[in-house]
């Protein structure tokens, strides 16, 4: 029996406000709650809840045989307790069925698994604990943002104690190779990889509602007829997409709904098909191959690489001065200065600042707070700035003017500076 | 006397340093005895100081040929219509959203509302050829209607405006230079914007240029008798400081401003290379530059390239008492202009007691002694300026001091009654 794997990816940015340079220093409140509060309403009322109601309908019309799997990101989580706890009760009881896997991630959908380990495990501590505590259940298997993935993070992940990871199944990864198996980290093989099928997903994600697609309008009977025409030793589908195609990059008038709703039906009348949750697949079938990823790949525009978040001039230097202010911002351990440092953190200040416009321009575009790259990096700026000062003036007022320890240093210097004269003279006599 | 005056914008409907400087002189003029000015804009708002003197709308002023053809009116003056993309530049204010290039010029004929009146907008944007047309055709009425001795039209988008009105009247024809467009565009001028400038330097019968180097250009490049240019340097209004709400300086360090135009005139990039290399040198400053313009987003990309983002700020555009909280927070102003024919800006900010840094191709550096002057080109210089203020009080101070006292007797009154002499003279000439 093959097996389908359906996993959705919730997350919401959150916007930092206009902050003016004449902010910087004056005030340290960087948010704009009122488009982040309404934003999150209606997707709310337009997208989650109802896409989880079906969900869950769909879960006790079929005998717990419809599974699905999400991962929801901390800054997303953070923003459903402030705007809209009715989303958090309906994921609890979706995870009440048994029939819903949770996955790990990066607490603030952040790019930290390229720039530092230590960062990384905390956040991705940091959300398992956040999962557990609210769905009761511990992730087994991580997808990382944007599906971020190399050899070498797989390497990491795998020593976090992950059985599985999701990714992309790339056209430059892997060449003539089916994404319909189970594939395996290229230096630890226990770690299985699930590749993303990118035709199938993206029918559903972005074209679902493109009247000028050929195959436009989509019917679960053509979906589910294209997935019997794969190969018969293939193992599975992999159909990953962002959760707000239901209801929000597809409209409600597209069908999107009834989409879903008869989708496990059709899955299963082929008898061919079951349901699976990425741990199941993890479980149930041995890889086929090793999935050799040098280079960092992700799910995002034509390129699957990183360009939409860093390359540019503007995105380096925004993700380089952020990160040189970790060691402090752990040093101090202020609640709030670590709050902001998380949210900082979101891929999503970077992704605004990508200047590459041309053939992905649309999508950028839609995702975009911003009128310019200029316009977000000029922002995020300013926002950082001001983050530097505040930890600057906490520096200065947590050091512990300590007697003894102060007589101790200068003593030290002092025999360094003999010591030095010592040396001077040793020239001079020389 | 009576003298008729064209200008494009008036306080408080203005973008740039051209209303300012009308203003100020105006107010200047007021001061003078027996001396009445009409001064006409093509758009009032209604909302202008017009207690020192009478000020006309073209857009109120009535057009008895209602439909007259533009190419008639065009063929008769010889003007070339410049396409609307080579427009010198910008409203900063809508650099990004251009206005409706949906011309009525289409059809050639002028728009005139219900009671026969054109209909103008005011504002550098993407009509503006076509607004400097109508502004020249209305002007010859507005000639007939308001008696005047003396005809005085600032800046070349006025010109057309001055000479029709000359046509009709006859009297003497004054312009005033505050820029050319070997300054706007660092040499590579604009020949049809080059040639309504030349135009109107040759129909007039005295040229006022802002500063020598202005006075220069006009002599060299338009090829203007010396005897018929005299230079006039601007001035700049007293603020009174009790009136603005003070602003609290939200960091710690040294602020080093430029503000104005970010255009290639201005030289942002030499701004921007200084301050890579202040921040080589000390931790404790902070660069800004205000404003809006064409090079913006090269300037964002190059701070970026630098590695300074997080020392190096952009506001955007500045309006109103927000330009007086920039000064507020800044020890050092910059101006490093490429080709500046005066600069009024840096006395604005000495008012402020700022500092100032300008180069030695600005007009103003001609009559200020208590500012730093470098060539715009030269980083180093530039830089060891910056860092020599930020750095030693001492020097800072004595140029805060000075500098107010200096700027405090820059008074619109004298470059007044300097201009009146001019009328004067110019009326005695073609009599």
């Known amino acids: 029996m093959k097996s389908v794997c359906l996993y959705f990816q919730v997350h919401q940015p959150l916007r930092l406000r206009r902050y003016r340079f004449f902010d910087i220093g004056n005030d340290h409140y960087y948010y704009d709650d009122f488009t982040n509060e309404s934003i999150m ?25 419809f599974k699905v799997s999400f991962s929801i990101t901390g800054v997303a989580l953070d923003q459903f307790v402030s705007y809209a706890p009715d989303v958090i009760e309906s994921f609890k009881e979706l995870a009440a069925t048994g029939c819903v896997e949770f996955l790990a991630e990066t607490y603030s959908h952040s790019l930290a698994a390229l720039k530092n380990k230590e960062e990384f495990k905390s956040q991705v501590n940091a959300h398992v604990e956040r999962i557990k505590l609210l769905f009761g259940q511990k992730p087994k298997v991580f997808r990382n943002t944007e599906m971020v993935y190399s050899d070498e993070i797989g ?49 559903i994600a972005f074209r679902f509602s493109d009247e000028g697609w050929k195959e436009w309008p989509l019917t679960t009977d053509k979906f589910v007829g294209w997935m019997s025409q794969f190969d018969e030793k293939e193992d599975l589908v992999n159909v990953f997409m962002d959760y707000e195609t239901f209801g929000e990059h597809q409209k409600k008038e597209s069908g999107i709904f009834e989409f879903l709703k008869s989708l496990p039906q059709a899955v299963l009348e082929t008898k061919q098909f079951k349901f699976a949750t990425p741990s199941e697949l993890a479980k149930e079938y041995q890889p086929i191959a090793v999935a050799h990823v040098p280079n960092v790949i992700s799910w ?13 001039d503007l995105q380096d230097e925004a993700y380089g001065k952020l990160y040189e202010l ?6 101090l351990n202020d609640e709030r200065l670590l709050k902001d440092w998380n949210y900082l953190q979101s891929s999503d200040h970077f992704y605004y600042m990508c200047t590459k416009f041309f053939s992905d321009g649309d999508v950028h575009s839609y995702f975009n707070p911003y009128d310019s790259p200029y316009d977000a990096f000029i922002n995020y700026m300013n926002v950082l700035s001001d983050f530097k000062i505040r930890i600057a003036e906490m520096k200065v007022s947590s050091v512990p003017v300590n007697g003894t320890e102060l007589a101790k240093k200068d003593e030290i210097i002092a025999q360094c500076k003999a010591e030095i004269n010592a040396l001077k003279k040793q020239i001079v006599d020389h | 006397m009576k003298v008729l005056m064209f200008g494009w914008e008036f306080p408080p409907h203005i973008s740039g340093g051209l209303g300012t400087a009308c203003y100020g002189l105006t107010k200047g003029l007021s001061k003078v005895d027996d001396l009445d000015i009409t001064f006409v804009v093509p758009k009032a708002y209604g909302d202008e100081d017009q207690s020192k003197m009478q000020l006309v709308g073209a857009n109120g002023v009535h057009i008895k040929q209602v439909q007259e053809h533009i190419q008639r009116f065009k063929s008769k003056h010889t003007y070339l219509e410049v396409e609307s993309a080579l427009i010198p530049y910008n409203d900063p204010d809508e650099y990004y959203s251009f206005r409706d290039s949906e011309l009525y010029g289409k059809n050639k004929l002028f728009k005139v509302n219900k009671e026969g009146k054109l209909e103008f907008t005011g504002k550098y944007g993407a009509n503006l050829i076509d607004e400097i047309y109508k502004y020249a055709y209305v002007a010859s009425t507005i000639s007939m209607d308001h008696e005047h001795d003396v005809i005085h039209a600032h800046d070349w988008l006025c010109y057309p405006a001055g000479i029709a009105a000359k046509e009709v009247s006859g009297k ?50 338009y090829g203007q008798s010396p005897d018929k240019v005299e230079t006039v340097y601007n001035a700049v209004e007293p603020v009174s400081f009790e009136e603005k709400k003070a602003i609290k300086k939200g960091v710690k360090e040294k602020v080093v401003t430029f503000l104005g135009r970010i255009t290639m005139q201005k030289g942002p990039e030499y701004f921007v290379e200084a301050a890579y290399q202040v921040l080589k040198r000390t931790d404790n400053v902070r660069f800004v530059m205000a404003g809006s313009g064409d090079m913006l987003e090269k300037m964002v990309a190059r701070a970026a390239q630098l590695g300074i983002s997080d020392r190096f700020h ?34 604005e900010a000495m008012q402020s007691n700022v500092p100032v840094i300008i180069s030695k191709q600005s007009g103003v550096s001609e009559i200020l002694t208590h500012a730093v002057k470098v060539d715009y080109w030269d980083i180093d210089a530039l830089a060891d300026a910056i860092y020599g203020i930020i750095k030693y009080d001492s020097l800072s101070n004595i140029f805060k001091s000075k500098g107010k006292e200096e700027v405090d007797n820059l008074k ?15 009326i005695k000439e073609t009599v």
């Open chain 2, 412 to 426: 619109w009154t004298n470059a007044a009654i300097h201009v009146h002499q001019v009328y004067s003279n110019t």
């Open chain 2, 314 to 347: 952009f506001t955007g555009f500045l309006k109103g008492d927000d330009v007086f909280h920039m000064f507020k927070l800044s020890d050092v102003y910059v101006m490093p202009s490429v080709s500046e024919p005066f600069g009024i800006s840096p006395l």
């Open chain 1, 326 to 331: 970790r060691d402090d911002v752990l040093e």
């Open chain 1, 300 to 312: 995002a525009d034509e390129e699957r690489d990183l360009s939409a978040w860093l390359g540019n």
């Open chain 2, 172 to 221: 003497p024809l004054v312009i005033h230079v505050h820029a050319t467009d070997f300054d706007r565009s660092g040499g590579s001028v604009n020949p049809k914007v080059f040639e309504i400038e030349k135009r109107g330097m040759d129909a007039a019968d005295k040229i006022i240029a802002v500063s020598n180097l202005t006075r220069n250009i006009v002599i060299e490049k």
């Open chain 1, 41 to 65: 309403r209606k997707i709310a009322d337009e997208c989650y809840l109802p896409s989880n109601k079906i969900l869950l309908d769909l879960i006790k019309a079929n005998d717990q045989k």
């Open chain 1, 155 to 203: 390497k990491m992940v795998s020593a976090m104690g992950f059985k599985a990871m999701l990714t992309e199944g790339a056209k430059h990864v892997l060449g003539w190779k089916s994404p319909n198996y189970l594939y395996c980290n290229a230096l630890n093989p226990k770690l299985k990889l699930l590749m993303r099928n990118y035709t199938l997903s993206d029918d």
